[in-house]
T-cell receptor
Framework: GDSVTQMEGPVTLSEEAFLTINCTYT??????LFWYVQYPGEGLQLLLK?????DKGSNKGFEATYRKETTSFHLEKGSVQVSDSAVYFC?????????????FGTGTRLKVLA | DVKVTQSSRYLVKRTGEKVFLECVQD?????MFWYRQDPGLGLRLIYF???????EKGDIPEGYSVSREKKERFSLILESASTNQTSMYLC?????????????FGPGTRLTVT
């Protein structure tokens, strides 16, 4: 079945450092890919998404490119802030599969130090 | 503004009690979901519903049931709470599958079963 694999955390960075969180997927169809963020004490909220190969999703300085050839959707940010400290989830959903399911990775905790 | 609300942020129950977790969305979404979130395991789907009175089992339905009598409300029921059901429970909603739709999450209910 479909699956999502994220890099293990926690990731600890200094403010203004470059961030990469790796995400790879397996899917039989043509999934859409998402990054969600969960701030402490809150539910998940959508950060960005991409619906087809080579699409780039971006929001709040974060970006990720849908790479079909490497089945990856890595999250990047050029300069992190303390306020970016959160748990980040990669997810996929295949709207053509006939199911309603979303598959989530296990999450990567990011801690940014001032 | 999009909103998914959950009846409690924190809940403490005793082993063997029947527990109701309520979720309400104000976006007229067809799909609603219940997940549990545990460290190192990410989000696991318990049940989802794609219409009023319609439901399907997710990946870990054992020990849970659901009810959806109205489109905006989706309830998760723990028939006889056990300590291994101590977890964070997240409700989400989305528009129907067929096109790309992100999920909108509630803030979560942290349930402790003693």
């Amino acid at each position: 079945g479909d699956s999502v694999t994220q890099m293990e955390g926690p990731v600890t960075l200094s403010e203004e450092a470059f961030l990469t969180i790796n995400c790879t997927y397996t899917a039989t169809g043509y999934p859409s890919l998402f990054w969600y963020v969960q701030y402490p004490g809150e539910g998940l909220q959508l950060l960005l998404k991409a619906t087809k190969a080579d699409d780039k999703g971006s929001n709040k300085g974060f970006e990720a490119t849908y790479r079909k050839e490497t089945t990856s959707f890595h999250l990047e940010k050029g300069s992190v802030q303390v306020s970016d400290s959160a748990v980040y989830f990669c997810a996929l959903s295949d709207p053509t599969s006939g199911t309603y399911k979303y598959i989530f990775g296990t999450g990567t905790r990011l801690k940014v130090l001032a | 503004d999009v909103k998914v609300t959950q009846s409690s942020r924190y809940l403490v129950k005793r082993t063997g009690e029947k527990v109701f977790l309520e979720c309400v969305q104000d976006m007229d979404h067809e799909n609603m979901f219940w997940y549990r979130q545990d460290p190192g395991l990410g989000l696991r789907l318990i049940y989802f519903s794609y219409d009023v009175k319609m439901k399907e089992k997710g990946d870990i339905p054992e020990g849970y049931s659901v009810s959806r009598e109205k489109k905006e409300r989706f309830s998760l029921i723990l028939e006889s709470a056990s300590t291994n059901q101590t977890s964070m429970y997240l409700c989400a909603s989305s528009l129907p599958s067929g096109t790309v739709h992100e999920q909108y999450f509630g803030p979560g209910t942290r349930l402790t079963v003693t």
